[in-house]
């Protein structure tokens, strides 16, 4: 297998007309060698004719794309750095919390214009389980809305009125696993050929115990271990079924050449309903091999450059986003930063920003954040990060052992210490999270809660502290400006505009409330807007901070992508301090004081010995004394070349 499968030239001018034609098959050249080559080694010799139907199930995607879909592609092949503009800026929301339905959701654009919105995600929309779901992440069919929420029809009319507004759509793709009511699990399970092979059962626990031995538990409460047993499986003598999340979520299985095709089929399909970015859910644990931890194989990441290049040779505009909650080095390959560059997705989450920024609060001290920021691989210039505080799952405390060793930490211990910290249990601390998913026999944990309950937000509004509202603000305010200036697309996440606190709620849900999560996805607060327009009320003054970051940020060219942000040591363990050389547009430097104490910091370091002016901060402009740069506690600021 070599080359372009004959006769594609005159299907495709069959299928698309001389000019499309032409450049569907440009583009075919120009992925072919990379194409071949991921079949080859995901399928061998069972690649049969894989590559000419996976090629024409481009082609038919491509013929099917609707004209307004292609004039964005076009716009996109010609910037094809569009994502990484600094007017990029992402909401995040579930369609019913945000606002009941798609079908009001155009109605409520202005909100999200206000706060400077360019990207808007919306939770797993596509049809579930009825019962448990897991949020919507048990998908039973890839090609219908979920009924609550409206139709696809209405998705698509959602996403042509972001697209008239300049914004773009992304939506949740999870294809680790569909739920066990998808007609392929259905197909499988009554034994149709179509579906042979689409999942994987083990008849005893001899294979599943191997594996079992080194793949950690995502959801050890509830269900633990990677498999579940169900009678009907294996033509009725029982099997256990691979399930590394919930019991009801089968992992597809992609050594089989047919599930790769027919998942390219649903996301071409989707493509074309005018989704711009897919979230790729969960993709480190595509691919499985024994005694591994079954994350994060090479293969996962042929498979997912195999998906992207197929993907947008149909749809040149499309741009993936990684999920991959991993440990750094782990992380960075999701972009395609492997020892040579393979486009793979376009964007990831930044989880390792995230979860440090956290962990400096609690410390008050930056130090473990520079150590493992400033460890991390560079990312392709053709990618991007997705900056983020908080989203809707919890938070899992990625320190590695090495960098926490770097500092003198334990690893284990610094772990436990935040959890105790952002559960409220750690003398002293303000935060009002709640632990998820503890482990009693490893002693792991992660953390729930909404980002102004774990700032302490709640706490003093509750007690009526009014200094303690003061430093939970601080922090909530340190922890956007990072996102905002780091570098990267910032996510607001729903309710965050509004500093909403920990909504209760989903305990009256019996399909909720085993999931703590549930506490900080909470319906956005509509008469809390209101209240917004008071510059004094909280929420005033969290949207006037964030409206703020966002239109400093769209004035800074030295925040869009195409390079690194460089953390540096400015004199003083409290103080993040990261720098932006952008090769057009010059330098940025951010920097954030985690503690609550005043801090200096260099100041020629900072300001560039004098040439950069403060773009934006918590404090205006910082004095300047003996060379340093006097930082009050919990304050930030963005200095930028003009
Ligand atoms: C992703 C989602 C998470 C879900 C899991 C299983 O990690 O973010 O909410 O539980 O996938 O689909
Ligand atoms: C684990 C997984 C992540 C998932 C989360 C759900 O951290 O790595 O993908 O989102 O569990 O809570």
């Given at each position: 297998?070599?080359?372009?499968?004959?006769g594609?030239?005159?299907?495709?001018?069959?299928?698309?007309?001389?000019?499309?034609?032409?450049?569907?098959?440009?583009?075919?050249?120009?992925?072919?060698?990379?194409?071949?080559?991921?079949?080859?080694?995901?399928?061998?010799?069972?690649?049969?004719?894989?590559?000419?139907?996976?090629?024409?199930?481009?082609?038919?995607?491509?013929?099917?794309?609707?004209?307004?879909?292609?004039?964005?592609d076009?716009?996109?092949?010609?910037?094809?750095?569009?994502?990484?503009?600094?007017?990029?800026?992402?909401?995040?929301?579930?369609v019913?919390?945000?606002?009941?339905?798609?079908?009001?959701?155009?109605?409520?654009?202005?909100?999200?214009?206000?706060?400077?919105?360019?990207?808007?995600?919306?939770?797993?929309?596509?049809?579930?389980r009825?019962?448990?779901?897991?949020?919507?992440?048990?998908?039973?069919?890839?090609?219908?809305?979920?009924?609550?929420?409206?139709?696809?029809?209405?998705?698509?009319?959602?996403?042509?009125?972001?697209?008239?507004?300049g914004?773009?759509?992304?939506?949740?793709?999870?294809?680790?696993h569909?739920?066990?009511?998808?007609?392929?699990?259905?197909?499988?399970?009554?034994?149709?050929?179509?579906?042979?092979?689409?999942?994987?059962?083990?008849?005893?626990?001899?294979?599943?115990?191997?594996?079992?031995?080194?793949?950690?538990?995502?959801?050890?409460?509830?269900?633990p271990?990677?498999?579940?047993?169900?009678?009907?499986?294996?033509?009725?003598?029982?099997?256990?079924?691979?399930?590394?999340?919930?019991?009801?979520?089968?992992?597809?299985?992609?050594?089989?050449?047919?599930?790769?095709?027919?998942?390219?089929?649903?996301?071409?399909?989707?493509?074309?309903?005018?989704?711009d970015?897919?979230?790729?859910?969960?993709?480190?644990f595509?691919?499985?091999?024994?005694?591994?931890?079954?994350?994060?194989?090479?293969?996962?990441?042929?498979?997912?450059?195999?998906?992207?290049?197929?993907?947008?040779?149909?749809?040149?505009?499309?741009?993936?986003?990684?999920?991959?909650i991993?440990?750094?080095?782990?992380?960075?390959?999701?972009?395609?930063?492997?020892?040579?560059?393979?486009?793979?997705?376009?964007l990831?989450?930044?989880?390792?920003?995230?979860?440090?920024?956290?962990?400096?609060?609690?410390?008050?001290?930056?130090?473990?954040?520079?150590?493992?920021?400033?460890?991390?691989?560079?990312?392709?210039?053709?990618?991007?990060?997705?900056?983020?505080?908080?989203?809707?799952?919890d938070?899992?405390?990625?320190?590695?052992?090495t960098?926490?060793?770097?500092?003198g930490?334990?690893?284990?211990?610094?772990?436990?210490?935040?959890?105790?910290?952002?559960?409220?249990?750690?003398?002293?601390?303000?935060?009002r999270?709640?632990?998820?998913?503890?482990?009693?026999?490893?002693?792991?944990?992660?953390?729930?809660?909404?980002?102004?309950?774990l700032?302490?937000?709640?706490?003093?509004?509750?007690?009526?502290?009014?200094?303690?509202?003061?430093?939970g603000?601080?922090?909530?305010?340190?922890?956007?400006?990072?996102?905002?200036?780091?570098?990267?697309?910032?996510?607001?996440?729903?309710?965050?505009?509004?500093?909403?606190?920990?909504?209760?709620?989903?305990?009256?849900?019996?399909?909720?409330?085993?999931?703590?999560r549930?506490?900080?996805?909470?319906?956005?607060?509509?008469?809390?807007?209101?209240?917004?327009?008071?510059?004094?009320?909280?929420?005033?003054?969290?949207?006037?901070?964030?409206?703020?970051?966002?239109?400093?940020?769209?004035?800074?060219?030295?925040?869009?992508?195409?390079?690194?942000?460089?953390?540096?040591?400015?004199?003083?363990?409290?103080?993040?301090?990261?720098?932006?050389?952008?090769?057009?547009?010059?330098?940025?430097v951010?920097?954030?004081?985690?503690?609550?104490?005043?801090?200096?910091?260099?100041?020629?370091?900072?300001?560039?010995?004098?040439?950069?002016?403060c773009?934006?901060?918590?404090?205006?402009?910082?004095?300047?004394?003996?060379?340093?740069?006097?930082?009050?506690?919990?304050?930030?600021?963005?200095?930028?070349?003009?």
């Amino acid at each position: 297998m070599t080359g372009m499968p004959p006769g594609m030239a005159d299907e495709a001018a069959a299928a698309l007309g001389e000019d499309e034609a032409d450049a569907f098959l440009a583009r075919a050249g120009l992925v072919l060698p990379d194409v071949v080559a991921a079949v080859e080694r995901l399928y061998g010799d069972r690649a049969g004719d894989l590559l000419g139907r996976a090629l024409r199930t481009s082609l038919r995607a491509a013929a099917e794309r609707p004209a307004e879909l292609r004039r964005l592609d076009r716009r996109r092949e010609i910037d094809p750095a569009w994502f990484q503009s600094p007017r990029v800026q992402g909401y995040v929301c579930y369609v019913d919390r945000f606002c009941g339905t798609l079908r009001e959701l155009p109605g409520k654009l202005d909100h999200l214009e206000a706060l400077g919105t360019t990207y808007l995600h919306l939770m797993p929309l596509l049809r579930p389980r009825a019962g448990e779901n897991d949020g919507g992440y048990a998908v039973a069919d890839y090609r219908e809305v979920d009924p609550r929420l409206g139709t696809m029809a209405d998705l698509e009319a959602v996403a042509a009125a972001l697209h008239g507004r300049g914004m773009s759509l992304c939506i949740d793709l999870v294809l680790n696993h569909t739920a066990r009511e998808h007609a392929w699990a259905r197909g499988w399970l009554a034994g149709d050929p179509a579906y042979a092979g689409f999942y994987t059962a083990f008849p005893d626990r001899e294979l599943p115990d191997a594996y079992d031995a080194t793949i950690p538990e995502v959801f050890p409460d509830r269900a633990p271990g990677s498999f579940s047993w169900v009678p009907e499986a294996l033509g009725g003598a029982g099997g256990w079924v691979w399930t590394t999340f919930w019991p009801y979520q089968w992992d597809l299985d992609y050594t089989n050449p047919e599930v790769t095709l027919a998942v390219l089929g649903e996301i071409t399909w989707l493509a074309n309903r005018g989704v711009d970015v897919f979230r790729m859910d969960a993709v480190p644990f595509m691919w499985k091999r024994i005694g591994t931890s079954g994350q994060n194989l090479p293969e996962a990441h042929v498979l997912l450059q195999l998906l992207h290049a197929l993907t947008r040779l149909a749809a040149p505009g499309v741009v993936f986003k990684a999920e991959a909650i991993v440990a750094p080095d782990d992380l960075v390959q999701y972009l395609g930063a492997h020892e040579r560059y393979r486009p793979e997705c376009e964007l990831a989450y930044h989880n390792q920003l995230m979860v440090l920024l956290w962990s400096s609060l609690a410390t008050g001290d930056a130090r473990l954040a520079r150590q493992a920021l400033g460890r991390m691989r560079p990312i392709p210039p053709t990618t991007t990060w997705c900056t983020y505080v908080r989203g809707h799952d919890d938070i899992g405390w990625a320190v590695t052992d090495t960098d926490a060793a770097a500092l003198g930490l334990d690893g284990f211990a610094h772990r436990r210490f935040l959890n105790d910290f952002y559960s409220g249990r750690f003398p002293g601390s303000s935060a009002r999270g709640a632990l998820f998913q503890e482990n009693e026999a490893t002693g792991d944990a992660r953390i729930s809660g909404t980002t102004a309950s774990l700032c302490g937000i709640e706490d003093a509004l509750d007690r009526g502290d009014e200094a303690a509202l003061e430093t939970g603000l601080r922090r909530f305010g340190l922890l956007y400006a990072v996102a905002y200036g780091f570098g990267g697309i910032p996510l607001l996440y729903s309710g965050d505009e509004l500093a909403q606190r920990n909504d209760a709620g989903y305990r009256a849900d019996p399909a909720l409330a085993p999931d703590n999560r549930w506490m900080h996805r909470p319906p956005l607060d509509w008469a809390a807007t209101e209240r917004a327009v008071d510059p004094r009320s909280l929420e005033g003054r969290v949207t006037a901070l964030l409206r703020g970051l966002s239109e400093a940020r769209r004035g800074q060219p030295a925040l869009a992508g195409g390079t690194e942000s460089e953390v540096v040591d400015a004199g003083s363990d409290a103080v993040l301090v990261w720098r932006r050389r952008h090769p057009r547009s010059g330098t940025f430097v951010g920097l954030a004081n985690v503690s609550a104490r005043p801090q200096t910091v260099d100041a020629d370091t900072v300001t560039g010995f004098g040439t950069y002016p403060c773009v934006a901060g918590s404090d205006g402009p910082l004095p300047v004394e003996d060379g340093r740069l006097l930082v009050p506690g919990l304050g930030w600021a963005w200095y930028a070349e003009p």
